[in-house]
């Protein structure tokens, strides 16, 4: 077993870029934390190039790591770990992943999420999660919003972009073709024109966009929607956080 104990080894310092969107991007890897999350990613056939663990890990996991190939664990120092890890106490494990070399192409039926630049990691990762949860088809991550290895997205969505599609591509399109096969498109707004989400009917088929924290759906896609729709509040709050939003409305509209 391959072993690194100084936080200055060349690889980690390679690693450690990895917390960055562009190096991620430039490398087509990324970092997974805790035994959870790569237990996901194993069962789903990913990638795993390394799988870096301290003494905890080795012995809270030894018999799963016995199951994985010899040549990609790695036994590391705390500091090292600790150097590479994002949480206040690391987990024991560590993984870097290799990015899908495709994306999936949507296949347009099913209920579908459409994000339209939600910035926050946790919003983005949680609503991924709780589509999973809702048995939806995939999630569409449109202009603006996070990306999906994030750290912090990687923690809220607990594996579930291993379960669904999670696709990166402008919505307009996306929504077009949506209303071409004659599928049902919401828009989320508090408007004149939009009608409580408890007078739409069920549906097999449907896309729901949730838009930005502060700023909600643009104002282009809320006009390419067949409705736009709203949760009535009935006590004080001035509005609900996005996640909640989506949850609400997801379990509602699916069958």
Known sequence: MKEILSTKNVMIKEFKKLH???????????????????????K???????????????NEWSVWLEQQPEE??????????AVLSELP????????????????????????LLLDNVQDPGNVGTMIRTAD?????????GDGSSDIYNTKVLRAMQGSNYHLPVIRKPLAAI?????????PVYGTELNPEAVS???????????????NEGRGVSPEFLEMT??????????????LNVAIAAGILMYHLSE
């Open 20 to 42: 960055k969107k562009k190096y991620r991007e430039e490398k087509k890897q990324y970092i997974i934390e805790g035994f959870h999350l790569i237990e996901e990613a194993v």
């Open 44 to 58: 789903a056939n990913e990638q795993i190039n390394w799988i870096l663990c301290n003494q905890r890990g080795k």
């Open 72 to 81: 990609i664990v790695i036994n590391v120092s705390d500091e090292v770990l």
């Open 89 to 112: 106490t690391p987990q024991g494990m560590i993984a870097i992943v290799e990015m899908p070399k495709y994306e999936n192409n949507i296949q347009f039926s099913g209920s579908w």
């Open 133 to 141: 949860a809702a048995g939806l088809s995939g999630v569409v991550l």
């Open 175 to 183: 929504i077009d073709e949506f209303k071409k096969k004659q599928i």
């Open 197 to 211: 989400y408890k007078t739409i009917v069920r549906a097999n088929d449907y896309a729901l966009i949730m838009g």
């Open 226 to 239: 067949d409705q736009n729709i709203y949760i009535p509040i009935k006590g004080s709050a001035e509005s």
